[in-house]
């Protein structure tokens, strides 16, 4: 695929990567991939010689769609402070968009939360924004992310429906472990490479 190309299919995801979150990351990238498009995330390299931050400053100049989830806002119970890493991330994303040049200025984002208006106490600048509610539900999460890539394309082709994409990831969930285990690796401990090899086969062989 031509390096055009890439810039526009890839979706960086910026979401949290902690245990509780994993169904609702699953899901997201499940339905990226379902809908043809090419999830990014900093999970996708681990080179400790390379800056974290230059690493996601550069995957999201590769990427022309955005998805930020915004939800972890919480306080940590051993810090006693709560996480940017996300709403910074947006930010980064956000200027991206504002002050770059040519195919820059065409980025697209979908910020998601878990319920509503919450972030209107945390993260007030961007209250006149569309903000999307997953509400703890990955297939709720799945057709949030159908629905928005679909219309990022713009028509231009027929993206499966949000109730049969989670219809789809249930199934995939349910055969994950056999799949898993069929090729000497643990359902519970896959990593993001696994995980997106795993979507993919499982995509390809059950279109």
Same mark, same amino acid.
């Given at each position: 695929?031509?390096?055009?190309?890439?810039?526009?299919?890839?979706?960086?995801?910026?979401?949290?990567?902690?245990?509780?979150?994993?169904?609702?990351?699953?899901?997201?990238?499940? @339905?990226?991939?379902?809908?043809?498009?090419?999830? $990014?995330?900093?999970?996708?390299? &681990? #080179?400790? +010689?390379?800056?974290?931050? /230059?690493?996601?400053?550069?995957?999201?100049?590769?990427?022309?769609?955005?998805?930020?989830?915004?939800?972890?806002?919480?306080?940590?119970?051993?810090?006693?402070?709560?996480?940017?890493?996300?709403?910074?991330?947006?930010?980064?994303?956000?200027?991206?968009?504002?002050?770059?040049?040519?195919?820059?200025?065409?980025?697209? @984002?979908?910020?998601?939360?878990?319920?509503?208006? $919450?972030?209107?106490?945390?993260? &007030? #600048?961007? +209250?006149?924004?569309?903000? /999307?509610?997953?509400?703890?539900?990955?297939?709720?999460?799945?057709?949030?992310?159908?629905?928005?890539?679909?219309?990022?394309?713009?028509?231009?082709?027929?993206?499966?429906?949000?109730?049969?994409?989670?219809?789809?990831?249930?199934?995939?969930?349910?055969?994950?472990?056999?799949?898993?285990?069929?090729?000497?690796?643990? @359902?519970?401990?896959?990593?993001?490479?696994?995980?997106?090899?795993?979507?993919?086969?499982?995509?390809?062989?059950?279109?």
């Amino acid at each position: 695929m031509a390096q055009r190309d890439l810039y526009a299919r890839s979706v960086f995801i910026n979401c949290p990567f902690s245990p509780d979150y994993e169904p609702i990351f699953r899901a997201i990238l499940f @339905a990226v991939y379902a809908c043809t498009f090419r999830p $990014r995330c900093a999970r996708e390299i &681990s #080179d400790s +010689s390379e800056n974290r931050l /230059a690493k996601i400053e550069g995957i999201i100049r590769q990427s022309k769609f955005g998805i930020h989830d915004i939800s972890f806002m919480s306080i940590d119970p051993t810090t006693k402070l709560p996480r940017f890493n996300m709403s910074f991330e947006l930010g980064l994303f956000l200027a991206a968009k504002s002050f770059g040049a040519g195919r820059q200025k065409r980025k697209v @984002a979908l910020i998601l939360d878990d319920s509503g208006y $919450r972030y209107r106490a945390a993260l &007030s #600048d961007i +209250s006149g924004q569309d903000i /999307a509610y997953r509400e703890s539900d990955p297939i709720k999460a799945i057709r949030e992310v159908r629905d928005w890539l679909d219309t990022c394309q713009g028509g231009a082709y027929s993206l499966p429906g949000g109730e049969h994409l989670g219809g789809q990831y249930e199934k995939f969930c349910e055969q994950l472990p056999a799949a898993s285990e069929a090729i000497k690796l643990n @359902a519970g401990q896959l990593t993001y490479a696994d995980t997106c090899r795993s979507v993919e086969a499982w995509l390809k062989d059950n279109a």
